[in-house]
């Protein structure tokens, strides 16, 4: 039944700088579904970005050595030519990114920069562009929008913004929505909000939908399928419910104690000791070990790939899955299960 | 928007009355004698100097020489309106000569200016465009150059090649378009590229600085992510933001040069205002240096009036504040 | 002295107009060649063609008023183009140039009653040009006169004529008309002054006392007005005169030949008979001149050099003169003639050290007079300054041929003399030859902040240590440098800052620098305080000597009334006196004049008169212009 939209394999994606090769991705894997929502969490420099838009062919190419597969509806978008990669950003694949503020340009009228998008992929008049504008306005929850459309962005509020934002990305009909921190700059209470106007947009569209946040909580509500991302490379994959009932890999038994909850009672935030690794010299074995309180013996050594290691699902965690669930239940088990 | 320009335009008018009041307590109080004794020929009688100050209205206190500076201004006088009286130096009345130079220098700013925004815009794009690039060196290296050439060194190498050497261009003076517009344009196309040159050097540092800037926008980011082609991302997106600070840089630099052409004006043998202020508080001919520090300081003011207006028709986050 | 306009070295400074300032004398001169003795070039000269003359700038201050304009070059464009005097000068080179020769009077009279009343008869048929189109009279010179009498027209050396009778009156407005002026007819005019006047004849070539036709010059009464508008007597005419509509002062526009900004363009006036004057006063060869202003100086001598131009106002710059100067083909083109302006430097005689008359002798021996003319360029600059008036003002005199009472070995100061005067003044306590009192020091000495003057400063201050004297150097622009020197209360004590020149060729244009009763608060030009007196030291709050200051009033006085060969003598002993008892000054240079002449130039002569181009005398051949 489902249908794969994106499959990424093995992507690579290094930068040479004179201080030395910087890994922002280093071999990243998985699928996004039509109709289902992939969270993608990590820290910053975790790589989340930089594979998402090494994925819209946004990264640029000149400075970067890419390796892996990019398939997009069959097509290898790393093998396709500028001109092609054009026709799939905005047409078949939007994105949305995290500070609306400074996302849309500040001298265009918000209606204006909307029809462009139309006007660049699809034969139609100035006038019918903006028509489809105003509607896609009105889409994603935005009240007048025929007014609302002459305005310019600094007269939206965060919130409004990033609605025109998504606004933007979905005008014309796309496969997949790629969403890079749409909330983190936006007020708590906006915050849901426009979470909800993603997912309500994915059921309505049947899109498939790639949420990254630096933040499980993000996700947790609106995605079907986790990816936690460490130091360019994926660390835990699988449904939200594998993923945050039975979480395997350290880090991201990490993220989820760091993370305030309104469904659960915490007495405090456990926070993850350290900070990401420079991506130049990233740690030898598991990237995480130097912040890992359960490294041992072969962590420092051998980099754990990302597979079933019989916890349920795939994790990259030299633990054995019983230590996994022990150390889950330790950290956890105040906490009652995600519903 | 109308009350704000009313306000900007009385801001003006106190410019232009602060400005020529230091204009006239620099030019009573700097220690340098009585001005009156320098039109009074070599053995100045007591009676002579005081004929000279009364026709040249010395002779009356320095609050009421400004108070009558200003009623003039104000009311116009015997030459028409704005009175500006007669000049110390020549006695010829200020109004014409005034009116006469600022075609001048106007005719040289302005061709100037076209010149340095169709040199500086697209230089500074390309080369931020093709940021590192030999292209983009050489650009920026002779952008350096111009901006650190002594513009009357310019001026005199310009004349040496295109007039004495080749013969290809006219040497120095201006002919007024009225009289023949060939000779207007051959005789301005020097001057205009020598003041053109060194600005065109900034503009294009400026333009590139803002580009490279603006690359990095998030908003250009979206546009991409639009699927809009690259054309369209540099000459819709990035220039439009990387362009528009250069709309007060050039009203702030047009205003200037009202009375700072000095040099080329000089070198080119153009009797503008520059050429005159420089003449004038030389000789400390009180009239004509306060008619172009008015003229200066009206233009300025009214120039950075139309760069605010235009800076809010071009960016609408001006506008709303 | 006029003021002149002022070359300097630096390409802009040309700017610095010296004509701006009422005070300065200030002879552009370079380098030149001075073995050039003016007159033919070779080429044969003919009538015809422009004569072009680029300037940095006119630097007329009385806006080319004739009645007010006190600007040398002013006075080369009226006499030798444009305006007729009574009396005039022959616009040569040398002693022939600056012999007064009559112009409009049908001869120069001998004065009667005891050199009071001067008899005047103009010639017939000398005309005013268009508009005016009538014959000039003698109450044309009489208008003249009105207007330097009227306040609002700024006569600027308008002293000149207040010994008239009834000059007084008429300023003053109790008299409707000069009664020392009177008109018997119309080719007869009778001067009467109140005392006897030796060089009235002349203050009567002066521009100011040209003729000017009453329905013109009535309707400008203000200061520079006229300038605009000044009628023809003389072979030219402003371009555009024929224009003028003279029906009524308001009809009138200016004439369109001159624009103070731009240029100043002759024609030849239609009513100019040449038959009333003479070829040795002007030739008038070419059919019109235009003075240009061109605001690159380096752009009007490169246009020289091109044949787009034939001469230049403005000093010929340095290395234009050398390259000139050192080809052979090009040398005949480069002129040089001594101007009669004398480059000195001046001591304050109520002011310690130099109110000591062995101080001043010491100075005068030790300074290093080549080393300050090697500062303005050398030789070709100017010649050694021996005493107080050029050479020139002094015709047929022989007096002053190898005069020089501080002489030294090559014109380097002479230290051993100096050291000896030195010796007999209080100043020298030890008797050592050096200053060595308080007062030897810090003493305050003014100059310009511009080439070539700033380059005389550590000159001189070299030559003063020599003999003890410390100076405290301080260097001002050209115009605030005169405004402090002409300051009595600024107690300058020595300054370099001046030069002079002559208005006429009379040596008491000079001598009235030495004139105590002309020393001003402000404006003062006697920098020297020659002749103060003790009142008027308490009058400016300035210190006043014991000694006294030496005054020569009574021999100015003596000598003005002279006439004839009496005169000359008596300004010659006069110089002498100031030069060797008296001690005012160190003249270090008489400065001279260059030129530089286009290749279509066919004849040329400099003007001793105006120290200027003589354009009387010039040709040009069309066919070399470009």
Same mark, same amino acid.
């Given at each position: 039944?489902?249908?794969?939209?994106?499959?990424?394999?093995?992507?690579?994606?290094?930068?040479?700088?004179?201080?030395?090769?910087?890994?922002?991705?280093?071999?990243?894997?998985?699928?996004?579904?039509?109709?289902?929502?992939?969270?993608?969490?990590?820290?910053?420099?975790?790589?989340?970005?930089?594979?998402?838009?090494?994925?819209?062919?946004?990264?640029?190419?000149?400075?970067?050595?890419?390796?892996?597969?990019?398939?997009?509806?069959?097509?290898?978008?790393?093998?396709?030519?500028?001109?092609?990669?054009?026709?799939?950003?905005?047409?078949?694949?939007?994105?949305?990114?995290?500070?609306?503020?400074?996302?849309?340009?500040?001298?265009?009228?918000?209606?204006?920069?909307?029809?462009?998008?139309?006007?660049?992929?699809?034969?139609?008049?100035?006038?019918?562009?903006?028509?489809?504008?105003?509607?896609?306005?009105?889409?994603?929850?935005?009240?007048?929008?025929?007014?609302?459309?002459?305005?310019?962005?600094?007269?939206?509020?965060?919130?409004?913004?990033?609605?025109?934002?998504?606004?933007?990305?979905?005008?014309?009909?796309?496969?997949?929505?790629?969403?890079?921190?749409?909330?983190?700059?936006?007020?708590?209470?906006?915050?849901?909000?426009?979470?909800?106007?993603?997912?309500?947009?994915?059921?309505?569209?049947?899109?498939?939908?790639?949420?990254?946040?630096?933040?499980?909580?993000?996700?947790?509500?609106?995605?079907?399928?986790?990816?936690?991302?460490?130091?360019?490379?994926?660390?835990?994959?699988?449904?939200?419910?594998?993923?945050?009932?039975?979480?395997?890999?350290?880090?991201?038994?990490?993220?989820?104690?760091?993370?305030?909850?309104?469904?659960?009672?915490?007495?405090?935030?456990?926070?993850?000791?350290?900070?990401?690794?420079?991506?130049?010299?990233?740690?030898?074995?598991?990237?995480?070990?130097?912040?890992?309180?359960?490294?041992?013996?072969?962590?420092?050594?051998?980099?754990?790939?990302?597979?079933?290691?019989?916890?349920?699902?795939?994790?990259?965690?030299?633990?054995?899955?019983?230590?996994?669930?022990?150390?889950?239940?330790?950290?956890?088990?105040?906490?009652?299960?995600?519903? | 928007?109308?009350?704000?320009?009313?306000?900007?335009?009385?801001?003006?008018?106190?410019? $232009?009355?602060?400005?020529? !009041? &230091?204009?006239?307590?620099? =030019?009573?109080?700097?220690?340098?004698?009585? /001005?009156? #004794?320098?039109?009074?020929?070599?053995?100045?009688?007591?009676?002579?100097?005081?004929?000279?100050?009364?026709?040249?209205?010395?002779?009356?206190?320095?609050?009421?020489?400004?108070?009558?500076?200003?009623?003039?201004?104000?009311?116009?006088?015997?030459?028409?309106?704005?009175?500006?009286?007669?000049?110390?130096?020549?006695?010829?009345?200020?109004?014409?000569?005034?009116?006469?130079?600022?075609?001048?220098?106007?005719?040289?700013?302005?061709?100037?200016?076209?010149?340095?925004?169709?040199?500086?815009?697209?230089?500074?794009?390309?080369?931020?465009?093709?940021?590192?690039?030999?292209?983009?060196?050489?650009?920026?290296?002779?952008?350096?150059?111009?901006?650190?050439?002594? $513009?009357?060194?310019?001026? !005199? &190498?310009?004349?040496?090649? =295109?007039?004495?050497?080749?013969?290809?261009? /006219?040497? #120095?003076?201006?002919?007024?378009?009225?009289?023949?517009?060939?000779?207007?344009?051959?005789?301005?196309?020097?001057?205009?590229?020598?003041?053109?040159?060194?600005?065109?050097?900034?503009?294009?540092?400026?333009?590139?600085?803002?580009?490279?800037?603006?690359?990095?926008?998030?908003?250009?980011?979206?546009?991409?992510?639009?699927?809009?082609?690259?054309?369209?991302?540099?000459?819709?997106?990035?220039?439009?933001?990387?362009?528009?600070?250069?709309?007060?840089?050039?009203?702030?630099?047009?205003?200037?040069?009202?009375?700072?052409?000095?040099?080329?004006?000089?070198?080119?043998?153009?009797?503008?205002?520059?050429?005159?202020?420089?003449?004038?508080?030389?000789?400390?001919?009180?009239?004509?240096?306060?008619?172009?520090?008015?003229?200066?300081?009206?233009?300025?003011?009214?120039?950075?009036?139309?760069?605010?207006?235009?800076?809010?028709?071009?960016?609408?986050?001006?506008?709303?504040? | 002295?006029?003021?002149?306009?002022?070359?300097?070295?630096?390409?802009?400074?040309?700017?610095?107009?010296?004509?701006?300032?009422?005070?300065?004398?200030?002879?552009?001169?370079?380098?030149?060649?001075?073995?050039?003795?003016?007159?033919?070039?070779?080429?044969?000269?003919?009538?015809?063609?422009?004569?072009?003359?680029?300037?940095?700038?006119?630097?007329?201050?009385?806006?080319?008023?004739?009645?007010?304009?006190?600007?040398?070059?002013?006075?080369?464009?009226?006499?030798?183009?444009?305006?007729?005097?009574?009396?005039?000068?022959?616009?040569?080179?040398?002693?022939?140039?600056?012999?007064?020769?009559?112009?409009?009077?049908?001869?120069?009279?001998?004065?009667?009653?005891?050199?009071?009343?001067?008899?005047?008869?103009?010639?017939?048929?000398?005309?005013?040009?268009?508009?005016?189109?009538?014959?000039?009279?003698?109450?044309?010179?009489?208008?003249?006169?009105?207007?330097?009498?009227?306040?609002?027209?700024?006569?600027?050396?308008?002293?000149?004529?207040?010994?008239?009778?009834?000059?007084?009156?008429?300023?003053?407005?109790?008299?409707?008309?000069?009664?020392?002026?009177?008109?018997?007819?119309?080719?007869?005019?009778?001067?009467?002054?109140?005392?006897?006047?030796?060089?009235?004849?002349?203050?009567?070539?002066?521009?100011?006392?040209?003729?000017?036709?009453?329905?013109?010059?009535?309707?400008?009464?203000?200061?520079?007005?006229?300038?605009?508008?000044?009628?023809?007597?003389?072979?030219?005419?402003?371009?555009?005169?024929?224009?003028?509509?003279?029906?009524?002062?308001?009809?009138?526009?200016?004439?369109?030949?001159?624009?103070?900004?731009?240029?100043?363009?002759?024609?030849?006036?239609?009513?100019?008979?040449?038959?009333?004057?003479?070829?040795?006063?002007?030739?008038?060869?070419?059919?019109?001149?235009?003075?240009?202003?061109?605001?690159?100086?380096?752009?009007?001598?490169?246009?020289?050099?091109?044949?787009?131009?034939?001469?230049?106002?403005?000093?010929?710059?340095?290395?234009?003169?050398?390259?000139?100067?050192?080809?052979?083909?090009?040398?005949?083109?480069?002129?040089?003639?001594?101007?009669?302006?004398?480059?000195?430097?001046?001591?304050?005689?109520?002011?310690?050290?130099?109110?000591?008359?062995?101080?001043?002798?010491?100075?005068?021996?030790?300074?290093?007079?080549?080393?300050?003319?090697?500062?303005?360029?050398?030789?070709?600059?100017?010649?050694?300054?021996?005493?107080?008036?050029?050479?020139?003002?002094?015709?047929?005199?022989?007096?002053?041929?190898?005069?020089?009472?501080?002489?030294?070995?090559?014109?380097?100061?002479?230290?051993?003399?100096?050291?000896?005067?030195?010796?007999?003044?209080?100043?020298?306590?030890?008797?050592?030859?050096?200053?060595?009192?308080?007062?030897?020091?810090?003493?305050?000495?003014?100059?310009?902040?511009?080439?070539?003057?700033?380059?005389?400063?550590?000159?001189?201050?070299?030559?003063?240590?020599?003999?003890?004297?410390?100076?405290?150097?301080?260097?001002?622009?050209?115009?605030?440098?005169?405004?402090?020197?002409?300051?009595?209360?600024?107690?300058?004590?020595?300054?370099?800052?001046?030069?002079?020149?002559?208005?006429?060729?009379?040596?008491?244009?000079?001598?009235?620098?030495?004139?105590?009763?002309?020393?001003?608060?402000?404006?003062?030009?006697?920098?020297?305080?020659?002749?103060?007196?003790?009142?008027?030291?308490?009058?400016?709050?300035?210190?006043?000597?014991?000694?006294?200051?030496?005054?020569?009033?009574?021999?100015?006085?003596?000598?003005?009334?002279?006439?004839?060969?009496?005169?000359?003598?008596?300004?010659?002993?006069?110089?002498?006196?100031?030069?060797?008892?008296?001690?005012?000054?160190?003249?270090?240079?008489?400065?001279?004049?260059?030129?530089?002449?286009?290749?279509?130039?066919?004849?040329?002569?400099?003007?001793?008169?105006?120290?200027?181009?003589?354009?009387?005398?010039?040709?040009?051949?069309?066919?070399?212009?470009?």
């Amino acid at each position: 039944m489902s249908e794969v939209l994106l499959e990424v394999r093995d992507l690579v994606v290094h930068f040479p700088t004179p201080d030395g090769v910087v890994k922002a991705v280093d071999g990243v894997s998985f699928t996004i579904e039509r109709g289902r929502t992939l969270g993608v969490v990590g820290e910053s420099g975790s790589g989340k970005s930089i594979t998402f838009l090494t994925v819209m062919g946004l990264i640029n190419r000149k400075s970067a050595r890419v390796s892996g597969e990019v398939l997009f509806e069959g097509r290898n978008l790393l093998e396709a030519t500028t001109e092609e990669l054009r026709h799939i950003r905005g047409d078949r694949i939007g994105m949305i990114f995290q500070d609306p503020m400074t996302s849309m340009h500040p001298m265009y009228r918000v209606g204006d920069q909307i029809s462009e998008a139309i006007l660049a992929h699809r034969n139609v008049g100035k006038r019918e562009a903006g028509a489809r504008a105003v509607e896609a306005l009105r889409q994603v929850g935005i009240p007048a929008p025929e007014q609302r459309a002459r305005q310019y962005p600094h007269e939206y509020s965060g919130g409004m913004r990033q609605r025109a934002m998504i606004a933007m990305a979905l005008v014309l009909d796309p496969d997949l929505l790629i969403a890079d921190e749409p909330t983190t700059a936006l007020d708590v209470t906006v915050q849901a909000q426009i979470l909800e106007v993603i997912d309500e947009l994915k059921q309505r569209l049947n899109i498939g939908v790639a949420l990254i946040s630096h933040s499980l909580a993000t996700v947790a509500d609106v995605s079907q399928d986790v990816m936690v991302m460490y130091a360019g490379r994926p660390v835990e994959r699988g449904t939200r419910g594998e993923v945050f009932d039975a979480p395997l890999h350290p880090y991201t038994l990490g993220l989820l104690s760091s993370v305030p909850r309104v469904d659960v009672r915490v007495e405090r935030l456990v926070p993850i000791e350290g900070s990401p690794p420079s991506l130049i010299n990233v740690p030898p074995g598991c990237a995480f070990h130097p912040r890992c309180p359960y490294r041992f013996d072969p962590c420092d050594r051998d980099v754990p790939d990302l597979r079933d290691r019989g916890g349920g699902h795939d994790d990259a965690c030299h633990l054995s899955a019983e230590a996994k669930a022990a150390n889950r239940r330790e950290r956890l088990d105040m906490q009652e299960p995600v519903t | 928007m109308g009350r704000y320009i009313v306000r900007r335009l009385l801001w003006t008018v106190l410019v $232009v009355v602060l400005v020529t !009041l &230091l204009t006239f307590v620099i =030019f009573f109080v700097l220690p340098k004698g009585d /001005p009156a #004794t320098r039109f009074a020929g070599k053995s100045p009688t007591p009676e002579l100097i005081q004929e000279v100050k009364e026709s040249l209205g010395l002779d009356k206190s320095v609050p009421e020489q400004y108070g009558l500076f200003l009623k003039r201004l104000v009311t116009g006088d015997e030459y028409g309106w704005p009175g500006l009286g007669k000049s110390f130096q020549n006695k010829q009345p200020v109004r014409p000569e005034l009116i006469q130079r600022a075609q001048v220098t106007i005719t040289l700013i302005i061709g100037g200016a076209l010149l340095w925004l169709a040199i500086g815009i697209p230089v500074g794009v390309i080369s931020a465009l093709r940021r590192g690039s030999v292209l983009d060196r050489v650009s920026m290296g002779t952008a350096l150059f111009f901006v650190s050439a002594p $513009v009357f060194w310019l001026g !005199l &190498l310009s004349l040496y090649v =295109f007039w004495k050497q080749l013969g290809w261009l /006219p040497g #120095t003076g201006y002919v007024s378009f009225g009289a023949s517009p060939g000779t207007w344009f051959s005789h301005m196309l020097l001057p205009w590229m020598v003041l053109a040159l060194l600005f065109a050097a900034i503009y294009a540092r400026v333009v590139r600085g803002n580009m490279i800037d603006v690359m990095t926008e998030d908003y250009i980011r979206t546009a991409r992510a639009k699927g809009l082609s690259e054309r369209r991302v540099v000459m819709k997106h990035e220039l439009r933001t990387g362009i528009t600070p250069v709309i007060t840089l050039l009203a702030i630099d047009l205003g200037v040069l009202v009375g700072g052409t000095i040099v080329t004006e000089t070198v080119f043998n153009l009797q503008g205002l520059g050429n005159w202020l420089l003449i004038a508080a030389q000789n400390n001919d009180l009239p004509v240096t306060l008619a172009v520090t008015v003229l200066v300081a009206a233009a300025v003011s009214i120039l950075s009036l139309v760069a605010d207006i235009l800076y809010a028709v071009l960016d609408p986050r001006v506008r709303y504040q | 002295m006029r003021p002149r306009k002022m070359g300097t070295w630096a390409l802009f400074g040309a700017l610095v107009l010296a004509g701006s300032l009422g005070l300065a004398a200030c002879g552009g001169d370079d380098s030149g060649d001075s073995d050039t003795n003016g007159g033919d070039n070779g080429a044969a000269a003919a009538k015809g063609g422009i004569y072009r003359v680029g300037t940095t700038d006119f630097g007329f201050n009385g806006g080319f008023d004739p009645s007010g304009e006190y600007l040398g070059w002013a006075w080369d464009l009226y006499s030798n183009l444009l305006t007729r005097q009574l009396t005039g000068y022959r616009h040569t080179e040398g002693a022939a140039g600056v012999e007064l020769v009559p112009d409009v009077a049908e001869s120069i009279p001998e004065p009667t009653d005891n050199g009071t009343t001067w008899t005047f008869t103009l010639k017939k048929g000398v005309m005013f040009g268009p508009p005016v189109n009538r014959e000039v009279t003698s109450k044309d010179y009489v208008t003249a006169f009105e207007r330097i009498g009227t306040e609002s027209v700024v006569a600027q050396y308008g002293f000149y004529y207040s010994d008239i009778v009834g000059m007084k009156e008429f300023k003053e407005g109790t008299s409707k008309t000069i009664s020392g002026i009177t008109t018997p007819d119309d080719h007869t005019i009778v001067f009467k002054t109140t005392k006897p006047i030796g060089d009235f004849g002349y203050r009567l070539a002066m521009p100011a006392t040209g003729p000017m036709p009453a329905e013109v010059t009535d309707c400008f009464t203000k200061a520079g007005e006229y300038g605009r508008y000044v009628i023809s007597s003389g072979p030219y005419m402003i371009k555009g005169s024929d224009k003028l509509d003279a029906t009524s002062c308001k009809t009138m526009k200016p004439i369109s030949g001159f624009n103070p900004t731009k240029q100043l363009s002759m024609v030849r006036n239609p009513n100019y008979d040449a038959a009333t004057d003479s070829t040795e006063q002007r030739e008038a060869l070419p059919d019109g001149f235009e003075f240009i202003i061109n605001t690159n100086q380096k752009d009007i001598f490169d246009k020289i050099e091109a044949g787009e131009y034939e001469d230049s106002v403005d000093a010929v710059p340095p290395d234009v003169a050398r390259r000139y100067s050192t080809d052979d083909a090009l040398k005949d083109r480069l002129k040089s003639f001594t101007d009669d302006s004398t480059n000195y430097i001046y001591m304050n005689l109520g002011e310690a050290p130099f109110d000591d008359v062995n101080v001043r002798k010491a100075v005068n021996f030790v300074m290093d007079k080549d080393a300050l003319r090697r500062a303005w360029g050398g030789p070709l600059y100017g010649e050694i300054g021996t005493h107080i008036a050029p050479p020139t003002l002094y015709p047929g005199s022989t007096e002053f041929d190898g005069y020089d009472p501080y002489a030294s070995e090559n014109n380097a100061g002479d230290l051993a003399k100096a050291q000896e005067a030195m010796k007999a003044s209080a100043y020298d306590t030890d008797k050592d030859g050096s200053c060595d009192a308080g007062s030897c020091s810090g003493v305050l000495f003014l100059n310009r902040s511009i080439d070539p003057f700033v380059k005389m400063s550590p000159v001189i201050r070299e030559s003063l240590a020599k003999i003890g004297i410390k100076v405290q150097v301080r260097e001002l622009p050209t115009g605030p440098a005169y405004e402090t020197s002409g300051n009595v209360s600024n107690r300058i004590q020595i300054g370099a800052n001046a030069r002079w020149g002559k208005d006429y060729p009379d040596a008491s244009t000079f001598m009235v620098l030495f004139d105590g009763r002309n020393i001003l608060a402000t404006g003062n030009s006697n920098y020297a305080l020659t002749g103060m007196t003790a009142a008027q030291a308490k009058e400016f709050k300035v210190p006043y000597p014991k000694g006294g200051v030496p005054t020569v009033d009574a021999d100015i006085d003596t000598c003005a009334a002279a006439i004839g060969d009496e005169r000359a003598a008596c300004w010659v002993a006069l110089d002498k006196k100031l030069m060797e008892e008296v001690v005012p000054w160190v003249p270090y240079m008489f400065g001279k004049n260059t030129d530089l002449l286009g290749p279509a130039v066919t004849k040329w002569d400099f003007d001793q008169f105006s120290g200027e181009a003589a354009y009387a005398h010039v040709a040009v051949d069309p066919s070399k212009q470009k």
